[in-house]
């Protein structure tokens, strides 16, 4: 019978070519949508790495040329920020403080992995507390590590993955590009991924902001507040910050309504895509069902005939539902020899198992919804009197 | 004769509803996301408020320096490059200077605002066309003394001072109090040279004005006498590029920056890496993917109207038979195709408007104001158009080669 | 072998009843063939489809091999269609889209016969007709006259006791319509094939051994043409 099926169809492949091709184009957007989907998912149900409640970001920025006067108003401004009740901790960090919409990438070469890119935060040793950062090997920094030869760093698990695939990475020295230091590797976190809940896992690493050695000037401060505190105190400890940093320009964010903005940033595209998806495949599915009807109902003396020769109604109908899951078939299988290049030539630098996943998802959407809009049809056919339909034509 | 065929096309939808249905569906849905999308692009480029006349406008927003090591830095001009260089060009009418916005606090009843301050100069005032709901924008005597006065959007008026006048009061922002003297209509937050919920005197930046380096943190607008000027002043601007001074040659040796319409500066910077307008690249692309996204429900209306236009081969045929040419039926179907389009495209139409409203309504896009104007609605007619006879002519196509004998038995074979 | 007896047939609509057969009996025997003659619109065809379990009658029984089939299941009447009776139609009916010999397949589809098997009883079949040079052709490529022996090979691929000819002769040229002819007797005469033909044709139901004639949904003669001839 399935191949009575195919033989039918392909037999008729011309005037069931715009079918076959819908298919495989419906096909090819479901698989592009729900991979997207999917990626995103899948890097949504990994942690963060870190706690963001109850941490407010600060940027203070001055158009002052005086590098002694910025370095003197930021150490006040920490000094004034340690001293309020509300403020658990606080820590300077460069740009790209989590959920910001800044990055910094360094090239680290280890051994035969040869320039890896990798997200590099500059951070004070207080971070660790504000951010409840994990350690799962080695140490966090410390005062001993002022006065060290080598730069140390604390590299997350990615990292360390990609850079020594297993080795155990404490105290091995790396060389970034573009600095004449050396790193010592002196601590792994867990998972960090601070862009955004959505972002991929990055290779990571932390270098330690010594204020007392270098003279450069940081403008992010991390603050952790007490659970409860409000924006009464926001607006109390920026007049009072704003008679320290006098002229300066200063912002203050909670991460929690950064990390909105970020994920915002992901979500509307991809539920707009969702919903053209949707409703391209609506349409097609409507499409699909008025030519089936349409072409069940031509062929009433096909299903006659059928009847004539022994067929039961439920063959009929069977038949004409598979008729539909074979052409879904062609169109799939087409749409699968493009789908299938996306994770053999590591398109988009995305994991291959999504990739599969996407395929597999879309091609059960396709034969589910083809399947759907062919019982009606078909019930239709298998529902006709087969004396009418002899005497029809 | 044409007036005959729609009425035939009105009876025909009528015949089969389940398929009219499936079509106009399908053509509404399909045009209303074309027209909403044309809508937000009209939103970015278009001349709305208050850039109406930016036929007239061009706009200087990056300045890039690249060595010949392939290092190169980019970002927004400097007061001093825009005052030293740009506002000397002779063939613009005006040039205004103003800051990029920068996001500040303020509070009002333990509520705290974010709001967008950006500081101009009177030209700014000048050039754009501000919707004012109160008071007026802030003149020469203010500038020179450096007044602490602000110009504040509607929303700002509302958050702060529950929506009562707003005029002659102080706002605090940034721990800094402004006098209000004018109200302006907000201004959707995609416009991003004119964009603020809070606009004050350029001079409170004069600390800034004598850093002679060329990037800073500033935009240029400028306005041409007529709209023919606009390559003349690009000319001149290319000419004065090749005068200016570079201070710092380690940090790169050649220049680029360009005057642009509002569109060439997007796919200047998104496409053209700084160097090319690449505005053709942006439309080459757009087409593209409206194509794309047509394609699937061009392919399912051909379908559907193939089937449709099969069932009546009796009709076709009749009509052949009595001396129909290939070419009347063909034209007498694109007509109806066409026919139905549009009425897919008027549905489609009040859709796009109930999506345009819940787009708005929404915050997704900052004070967005997607509408219905000429310019959309004129593209939408075009792209109903182009839909119908599409999806009509290679349906109409097959059917008019169609043997008269075997369409009045009503088959294809 | 099958029995009609008392068989009505009425057609209603909203506004209109057509009596299509009234009160009809026949016996066909294993063996005959039978024709059955009479003008447009007389029931003929209504009464064969009821043979052919196509159709119910409004009254009255069929039986077929002593069996009732008026308690059959949907199931039960396909499976008698598909063993016992082959049909023949006026118009062929065959599929366009599948070749000559998957169409006469097509009743062996509706068994439990392994692809082979299907294959080879088809061509058997095809050769009965003398068209084994032609089964890969498709039917829009054959003659009216061929496409009909298509068809009656596809009624025999099943091995039928009975084969159900609806105007077998109707669309085709005299030539071509004693060919078809001559394959049914000759069935019917080497095979025991029982055949039940409709036919407007007197010269063609002459030649068959009993002849029924119809007016107005009911029976007015019955003979056996043979023994009339002889």
């Not at chain 1, 715009?18 to 991979?35: D, T």
């Not at chain 1, 989907?37 to 706690?51: A, C, I, S, V």
């Not at chain 1, 053209?276 to 499409?287: D, P, R, Y």
């Amino acid at each position: 019978m399935i191949r009575h099926l195919f033989k039918l169809i392909w037999n008729r492949k011309k005037s069931n070519f715009l079918l076959i091709s819908e298919i495989f184009f419906s096909f090819l957007v479901l698989f592009g949508v729900l991979s997207f989907g999917l990626y995103n998912y899948h890097n949504y149900q990994k942690p963060l790495g870190f706690t963001h409640d109850d941490v407010w970001l600060l940027t203070l920025q001055t158009q002052s040329d005086s590098t002694a006067e910025k370095l003197a108003v930021e150490e006040q401004v920490i000094q004034r920020m340690r001293s309020f009740p509300e403020v658990e901790q606080v820590a300077f960090t460069s740009g790209n403080a989590p959920f910001a919409f800044s990055s910094m990438m360094n090239r680290l070469s280890y051994g035969n992995v040869k320039d890896l890119d990798a997200n590099q935060y500059d951070v004070e040793d207080a971070y660790k507390d504000v951010l409840g950062l994990k350690i799962v090997q080695g140490r966090w920094f410390g005062p001993q590590d002022g006065t060290t030869l080598h730069e140390p760093i604390v590299i997350n698990r990615q990292l360390q993955k990609d850079l020594f695939h297993g080795e155990d990475p404490i105290g091995k020295l790396l060389t970034p590009i573009n600095d004449s230091v050396q790193y010592r590797v002196i601590g792994v976190t867990d998972y960090f991924r601070a862009s955004s809940e959505y972002s991929p896992e990055e290779g990571a690493f932390f270098t330690r902001i010594n204020r007392q050695k270098d003279q450069s000037t940081w403008g992010s401060l991390l603050i952790k507040v007490k659970p409860g505190t409000g924006v009464a105190f926001e607006e109390k400890m920026m007049r009072e910050l704003g008679l320290i940093a006098k002229g300066w320009t200063m912002d203050v964010s909670t991460l929690e309504k950064m990390r909105q903005t970020k994920s915002r940033l992901t979500l509307v595209p991809l539920i707009a895509l969702a919903v053209v998806c949707g409703f391209l495949v609506f349409n097609v599915a409507l499409g699909l069902f008025g030519v089936l009807w349409y072409n069940i109902n031509k062929r009433t003396g096909e299903i006659g005939l059928r009847r004539a020769m022994g067929a039961t109604t439920r063959q009929i109908r069977a038949q004409f539902v598979g008729e539909v899951v074979v052409l879904a078939f062609f169109g799939v299988v087409l749409g699968l020899l493009l789908a299938v290049q996306f994770p053999l030539l590591d398109v988009f630098q995305v994991a291959s198992g999504i990739y599969w996943q996407g395929m597999a998802l879309a091609g059960l959407f396709i034969f589910l919804l083809t399947t759907l809009c062919a019982l009606y049809p078909s019930r239709q056919a298998s529902g006709i009197q087969p004396a009418v339909a002899l005497h029809e034509e | 004769m044409l007036k005959n065929y729609i009425i035939i096309a009105w009876k025909v939808l009528q015949r089969r509803k389940f398929f009219t249905f499936i079509s106009l569906f399908g053509i509404s849905f399909t045009l209303m996301v074309l027209m909403v999308v044309t809508s937000l692009f009209d939103h970015v480029f278009g001349p709305q408020m208050p850039e109406r006349n930016s036929d007239k406008l061009l706009f200087v927003n990056m300045i890039r320096q690249e060595g010949e090591e392939g290092n190169s830095m980019s970002g927004p001009p400097s007061y001093y490059f825009l005052d030293h260089y740009v506002k000397k060009l002779q063939t613009p009418e005006k040039v205004s200077i103003s800051s990029v916005f920068t996001p500040l606090n303020s509070y009002v009843q333990n509520k705290k605002l974010a709001l967008d301050l950006k500081h101009t100069d009177q030209a700014f005032w000048e050039i754009l066309d501000f919707d004012f709901v109160e008071g007026r924008a802030f003149g020469k005597t203010e500038l020179d003394n450096a007044s602490h006065v602000a110009v504040i959007n509607e929303n700002t008026r509302k958050q702060y001072f529950g929506g009562e006048s707003a005029l002659g009061k102080t706002i605090e922002v940034n721990q800094v109090k402004y006098k209000v003297i004018g109200v302006v209509k907000d201004v959707p937050v995609l416009r991003v040279h004119s964009y603020a919920d809070v606009w004050v005197p350029i001079t409170l930046r004069q600390s800034e004005f004598k850093n002679d380096d060329l990037r800073g943190m500033f935009f240029g607008i400028i306005q041409a006498k007529s709209t023919g000027d606009l390559s003349a002043i690009k000319d001149e601007y290319a000419r004065m590029m090749t005068q200016v001074k570079i201070k710092d040659p380690k940090q790169g040796t050649t220049l680029y920056s360009f005057p642009d319409t509002l569109l060439e500066a997007f796919a200047r910077t998104s496409l053209g890496g700084g160097r090319e307008s690449s505005v053709g690249l942006f439309y080459t692309l757009l087409a593209i993917a409206a194509f794309l996204f047509m394609l699937l429900p061009t392919m399912n209306l051909v379908n559907i109207n193939i089937s449709r236009i099969l069932e009546r081969s009796s009709e076709i045929g009749v009509r052949k038979a009595f001396g129909a040419s290939s070419k009347v039926i063909i034209g007498q179907l694109v007509v109806e195709n066409v026919f139905l389009t549009f009425l897919g495209g008027m549905l489609g139409l009040v859709l796009s408007l109930g999506v345009m409203q819940l787009i708005n309504n929404s915050g997704v896009i900052a004070y967005a104001d997607l509408g219905l104007n000429v310019r959309v609605f004129a593209w939408g007619i075009l792209l109903c158009l182009v839909f119908g006879l599409i999806s009509g002519v290679y349906p109409a196509y097959k059917m008019s080669r169609l043997n008269a004998v075997e369409a009045l038995r009503g088959g294809t074979k | 072998m099958i029995q009609l007896s008392n068989i009505e047939k009425v057609y209603r609509t909203k506004t209109i009843e057509t009596v299509a057969l009234n009160c009809v009996n026949l016996h066909v025997e294993r063996g005959e063939f039978v024709s059955i003659m009479g003008p447009s619109g007389c029931g003929k065809s209504t009464l064969l489809n009821i043979m052919g379990l196509l159709d119910e009658p409004s009254a009255g029984q069929v039986v077929i091999d002593g069996l009732p089939v008026k308690t059959h299941s949907d199931k039960q009447l396909a499976k008698l269609r598909n063993e016992k009776i082959g049909f023949v139609f006026q118009s062929y009916h065959l599929i366009h889209d599948l070749s000559v010999v998957d169409n006469v397949e097509l009743p062996l589809l509706y068994r439990n016969i392994s692809g082979s098997e299907r294959r080879k009883r088809a061509l058997e079949a095809l050769e009965k007709v003398g068209l084994s040079t032609r089964t890969r052709h498709f039917p829009s490529q054959l003659s009216g006259g061929q496409r009909q022996r298509v068809a009656i090979a596809r009624a025999l691929a099943g091995n039928p006791e009975i084969i159900l000819a609806d105007e077998p002769t109707g669309n085709l040229d005299s030539v071509m319509g004693e060919e078809i002819m001559d394959i049914l007797l000759r069935l019917n005469k080497e095979e025991g094939t029982t055949i039940v033909m409709v036919t407007h044709d007197e010269h063609m139901a002459h030649k068959t051994s009993r002849l029924i004639r119809f007016f107005d949904g009911q029976q007015v003669a019955d003979s056996l043409v043979l023994e009339a001839q002889i």
